[in-house]
Structure formats: C-alpha cells, structure tokens
C-alpha cells in the first residue's frame, strides 16, 4: 500500500523551470522504482522518466533529455522532477508513480508495470 502525492505545477512562461515533488507514504518508498508520467490536455498518458529504487539508473523520454532531471531522496520518502527550459508543448498534468517490485534493478518501461499513482498536478507553460 503506497500513497502518493505530486505538488509543484504550476503555470510559468516558455524558458522557465519548476521543480515537481512526490510525496509517499509508508517505508517501502525505498525500495520501490519511481516514474514521472505527464498527459497533456487531449493525449494519452506518456512517460516522462524513470529512475531505479536507489537511484542508480534513470531514463527519460528523449522530448526531456537535457532538460529534466529525476531525483529521488529515500530519507525524505520524495522523488523529484526538475524542469528547465520549459516549453509549451510541456503542458500537461504530471503524474508520479510507484513499481512495487522491490530493490528491482529493472527499470519501468511503461505505465503498465507501475501499481500506485497520485493524483496529478498542473504544469501549464506559456508562449
């Protein structure tokens, strides 16, 4: 049972940055892969980034590379996502999401294999 909670949308200008964060109950946080997924208005959900329960591996998609950044901080049950250089094309509500498979070196290549979401938050970006 995990439970998460995404906080820091918001609507910022094209060029600007934000910092997304995921809150998640309970001590297996930890050991659990964790994933950002963004569905912009209209489109299906698509992955953002991924990275592995302890950090040591991460992807992104490559509309991201460069500009994202996923983090995560296992003493703070929280995982991050720094956005820079934000685009328009970057609004959407973002989501974050939790693969239970535990101390998994696998990385999550869909949403399929995530089993816990939050609820989303905002990411409006403007010309």
């Known amino acids: 049972q995990v439970q998460l909670v995404e906080s820091g949308g918001g609507s910022v200008q094209a060029g600007g940055s934000l910092r997304l964060s995921c809150a998640a109950s309970g001590r297996a946080f930890s050991s659990y892969a964790m994933g950002w997924f963004r569905q912009p208005p209209g489109k299906e959900r698509e992955s953002v980034a991924a990275?592995?329960?302890?950090?040591?591996?991460?992807d992104y998609a490559d509309s991201v590379k460069g500009r994202f950044t996923i983090s995560r901080d296992n003493a703070k049950n929280t995982v991050y996502l720094q956005m820079n250089s934000l685009k328009p094309e970057d609004t959407a509500v973002y989501y974050c999401?939790?693969?239970?498979?535990?101390?998994?070196?696998?990385?999550?290549?869909?949403?399929?294999?995530?089993?816990?979401w939050g609820q989303g938050t905002q990411v409006t970006v403007s010309s």
């Open positions: 990275t592995t329960w302890n950090g040591g591996k991460t």
């Open positions: 999401a939790a693969d239970a498979r535990a101390y998994s070196y696998l990385l999550p290549r869909s949403q399929y294999e995530y089993d816990y």
